[in-house]
């Protein structure tokens, strides 16, 4: 049995779940989020908790019990409190602007970066080096995240470029002088 999938999701008193055919929703304070269940897989709403089970025990079912369960826990987090990533700008001249739905970025290059921020995903600048990105879906808050941080990532030499917040990078030396 899958050890993370047999756990129950604690629901809290201001979200509502619904199962339908083959799709959850899950709708609380912050917004709507929905989920597609995967054939052979049963989720049941018991007093106050989610419940996810499994019909037949072969390897594919298995896998998917326990990323449903995980997947359905993200959606109850979601829509209660939320996900928020933060990122840091490290380097001489490196900042960030948001404009509506668009970052601009100025990270040592000739011109700057836009990208675009997807919708349900808020981005925010504290400081000029400092992004936060903020949204109720986290693979959409993660991804965003990750396609910023891949605009220039962290250099193992100088340490300059996007990093998340608490990141520890490990300094390379660099070469060895003639001696």
Known sequence: MSRIGIKPIKLASAVEVKVEGGSVSVKGPLGQLGWELADGIDVTINEGAIQVGRRGNAPRIKALHGL???ELANLVEGVTKGFERNLELTGVGYRAQVQGQ???LN???AHPVTLSVPEGVQASVEK???????GIDKRLVTQTAANIRRVRPPDVYKQKGIRYA???LIKKA?????K
Not at 128 to 134: A, D, E, L, Y
Not at 174 to 178: C, H, S, T
């Open 68 to 70: 449903t369960r995980v």
């Open 102 to 104: 668009s970052l601009t």
């Open 107 to 109: 990270v040592g290059f």
């Open 128 to 134: 000029q080096t400092m992004i936060s990105v903020k």
């Open 166 to 168: 608490g990141e520890v």
């Open 174 to 178: 660099g070469k060895a002088g003639k």
